[in-house]
C-alpha cells in the first residue's frame, strides 16, 4: 500500500497538469500580439488615447483596493496561520503554519486556471459563470473592472478564495493527511465556494432574489462552517476527546495571529466596497465595533463562568464579532453594529459548547461556532438592523420579507457545503486509503512525522 500510495500521487499531478495544459484558450498566448495589431488598425489619434485611459480609471479607488487586497492576504499570511498555529499542541504548530501556507499557493493557481471565471464572469447558467476567462484568457493590463484594473479586481477576489478553505484547518488540525488536505480544498473549492461565489456575487440566481452577502457572511463563513463541522465528524476526534484537552501551546501567538486578522479584515470587509467611498468608511468603522463590542462579551461571560478573563477567550469572541458582521458590514450602522457585536459574542461563545458537549464533534478551534454560526447570524440580523438604528438600508419592501431571502440564501450554501464536503471525504478516503493520520504520527506530531522539521528546538 505505501509504494502505491507513492506512484498514485505523481500520477495524479501529471494528469492534472495534462488537462490544465490542454485546457488553455487557444489565443492566451496571442494576446500581445492581438493588442498590437489592435494598434496598428485604431483609427484613433495618439493624442485621445491617453485622455480616455486617464478618465476610467480613478487612482483613488485602485489604490485603495490594492491596499485591500493586501491586507486580505494578510489575514491568512501571517494572521489566521499564527492564530490557528498558537492553539494546537507545540509539536503541531508547523504543520498548521504548512497547512495555511499551502492552501495560500493551491487556491491561487486554482483561481487562475478556471476559479475566477466561473465565479466572477458572466455565463448563460444562473447556477455557474462563465468559462471564456480559464488561465484568465482576456485579461489584459488594459483591462477594467468599474474604475479600476480587473487585474486587481481578480487578485482581490482570490485572497478571499484562499481564506475560506484555509479556515476549515482549525477543524482537522493535529490529525489529517497533508495530500488529501490538499485535494480536499481544491475539490471544495470548485464544488462549493466557486458556485456559491456566483450565486451570491456573480449574478447567480441568489443575486437575483436580493439576497445581502456584503463580504462574505454566506460565501466564506457558512460555508467553510459547515464543511468545518462535517469534515470533524467524518474524520473523528483527537485522542483523549472530550475528556483530555491540551491547551494552546502559545496564548501569545494566537493573540499575535488575532489583531492581524482584526486589522486585515479592514481590507475584507471595507474593501468590498469596490471603491474609496462613503460605504468602505461605514464598514470600516462597524466593523471594528462589532469586533471590539463581541471581545468584551465573550471575556465577560468567560470571566463569570470560569472566574478569570482569558486572552484567547478575548481574542475569539473578537474573530466571533468580525465573521458575524461581515454579510452585514455593508448595510448597518454603528448601533445595529453594537447589537451584533453582543449578539455574536453571546451566541457564539455558547455554541461552542453546544458543538463539544452536546453533539461531541471535536471542531478543533471552533470553525463551526465561530464563523459558521458567527456568519448565519450576521445574515439573518441584516433584514432588520439594515433598515433600524442608523441601517443603511436594504433593497426590500419588508425586513421579513428579507429575512426569508436571507434564510434561502443560507439554507442553499449550508446544504451545498454540506453534501459536497461528504461526498468529497468519502472519495478521498477511497483513494488515499483514510485522511487521518494514523496513531502513532498523532501522538508523535505532525510537525516531525509529515514534515520532518521541528517548530521549536529547544
Given at each position: 500500500m505505501k509504494l502505491k500510495y507513492k506512484i498514485g500521487v505523481p500520477a495524479l499531478l501529471f494528469a492534472i497538469a495534462g488537462f490544465l495544459f490542454t485546457s488553455i484558450p487557444t489565443g492566451i498566448f496571442a494576446q500581445e500580439p492581438a493588442a498590437a495589431a489592435d494598434v496598428a488598425t485604431d483609427t484613433t489619434s495618439a493624442e485621445e488615447a491617453p485622455e480616455e485611459e486617464v478618465s476610467s480609471l480613478d487612482s483613488g479607488n485602485t489604490a485603495w483596493m490594492i491596499t485591500a487586497t493586501a491586507l486580505v492576504l494578510f489575514m491568512t499570511l501571517p494572521g489566521l496561520a499564527l492564530f490557528y498555529g498558537g492553539l494546537v499542541q507545540s509539536k503541531n504548530v508547523l504543520s498548521v503554519l504548512m497547512h495555511c501556507f499551502t492552501i495560500a499557493c493551491l487556491m491561487s493557481i486554482v483561481w487562475i486556471v478556471c476559479g475566477y471565471s466561473l465565479a466572477l464572469t458572466g455565463g448563460e447558467s444562473k447556477w455557474i459563470g462563465g468559462t471564456t476567462q480559464f488561465f484568465l484568457g482576456g485579461v489584459t493590463e488594459e483591462s477594467m473592472n468599474g474604475d479600476f484594473p480587473e487585474s486587481v479586481w481578480v487578485i482581490f477576489q482570490m485572497t478571499f478564495a484562499i481564506i475560506t478553505p484555509a479556515?476549515?484547518?482549525?477543524?482537522?488540525?493535529?490529525?489529517?493527511?497533508?495530500?488529501?488536505?490538499?485535494?480536499?480544498?481544491?475539490?471544495?473549492?470548485?464544488?462549493?465556494?466557486?458556485?456559491?461565489?456566483?450565486?451570491?456575487?456573480?449574478?447567480?440566481?441568489?443575486?437575483?432574489?436580493?439576497?445581502?452577502?456584503?463580504?462574505?457572511?454566506?460565501?466564506?463563513?457558512?460555508?467553510?462552517?459547515?464543511?468545518?463541522?462535517?469534515?470533524?465528524?467524518?474524520?473523528?476526534?483527537?485522542?483523549?476527546?472530550?475528556?483530555?484537552?491540551?491547551?494552546?501551546?502559545?496564548?501569545?501567538?494566537?493573540?499575535?495571529?488575532?489583531?492581524?486578522?482584526?486589522?486585515?479584515?479592514?481590507?475584507?470587509?471595507?474593501?468590498?466596497?469596490?471603491?474609496?467611498?462613503?460605504?468602505?468608511?461605514?464598514?470600516?468603522?462597524?466593523?471594528?465595533?462589532?469586533?471590539?463590542?463581541?471581545?468584551?462579551?465573550?471575556?465577560?461571560?468567560?470571566?463569570?463562568?470560569?472566574?478569570?478573563?482569558?486572552?484567547?477567550?478575548?481574542?475569539?469572541?473578537?474573530?466571533?464579532?468580525?465573521?458575524?458582521?461581515?454579510?452585514?458590514?455593508?448595510?448597518?450602522?454603528?448601533?445595529?453594529?453594537?447589537?451584533?457585536?453582543?449578539?455574536?459574542?453571546?451566541?457564539?461563545?455558547?455554541?461552542?459548547?453546544?458543538?463539544?458537549?452536546?453533539?461531541?464533534?471535536?471542531?478543533?478551534?471552533?470553525?463551526?461556532?465561530?464563523?459558521?454560526?458567527?456568519?448565519?447570524?450576521?445574515?439573518?440580523?441584516?433584514?432588520?438592523?439594515?433598515?433600524?438604528?442608523?441601517?443603511?438600508?436594504?433593497?426590500?419592501?419588508?425586513?421579513?420579507?428579507?429575512?426569508?431571502?436571507?434564510?434561502?440564501?443560507v439554507v442553499a450554501a449550508v446544504v451545498l457545503s454540506v453534501v459536497a464536503s461528504v461526498v468529497i471525504i468519502g472519495i478521498l478516503n477511497a483513494v488515499c486509503g483514510g485522511i487521518r493520520v494514523s496513531d502513532e504520527e498523532e501522538i508523535n506530531g505532525l510537525d516531525q512525522s509529515h514534515h520532518g522539521e521541528k517548530g521549536y528546538t529547544l
Open positions: 479556515l476549515i484547518v482549525g477543524a482537522f488540525v493535529e490529525r489529517m493527511k497533508f495530500v488529501p488536505m490538499m485535494l480536499f480544498c481544491v475539490l471544495w473549492l470548485l464544488i462549493v465556494y466557486v458556485p456559491v461565489c456566483y450565486w451570491v456575487w456573480g449574478g447567480g440566481w441568489l443575486a437575483e432574489k436580493g439576497v445581502i452577502d456584503f463580504a462574505g457572511g454566506i460565501v466564506v463563513h457558512a460555508t467553510a462552517g459547515a464543511a468545518a463541522l462535517v469534515l470533524a465528524k467524518m474524520l473523528g476526534p483527537r485522542t483523549g476527546f472530550p475528556t483530555k484537552l491540551n491547551p494552546p501551546h502559545s496564548p501569545g501567538m494566537v493573540m499575535t495571529g488575532a489583531a492581524m486578522l482584526w486589522v486585515g479584515w479592514f481590507g475584507f470587509n471595507a474593501g468590498s466596497a469596490a471603491a474609496a467611498n462613503n460605504d468602505a468608511g461605514m464598514a470600516m468603522l462597524v466593523t471594528h465595533i462589532s469586533a471590539a463590542t463581541a471581545s468584551l462579551t465573550w471575556m465577560f461571560i468567560e470571566w463569570r463562568k470560569t472566574g478569570k478573563p482569558g486572552l484567547v477567550g478575548i481574542v475569539t469572541g473578537m474573530v466571533a464579532g468580525l465573521a458575524t458582521i461581515t454579510p452585514a458590514s455593508g448595510n448597518v450602522g454603528p448601533q445595529g453594529a453594537l447589537i451584533i457585536g453582543i449578539a455574536a459574542g453571546i451566541v457564539c461563545y455558547f455554541a461552542c459548547g453546544i458543538v463539544k458537549e452536546s453533539l461531541k464533534i471535536d471542531d478543533s478551534l471552533d470553525v463551526f461556532a465561530v464563523h459558521g454560526v458567527g456568519g448565519i447570524l450576521g445574515t439573518l440580523l441584516v433584514s432588520f438592523l439594515g433598515t433600524s438604528l442608523g441601517g443603511q438600508g436594504i433593497n426590500a419592501e419588508t425586513s421579513g420579507a428579507q429575512f426569508g431571502i436571507q434564510v434561502t440564501g
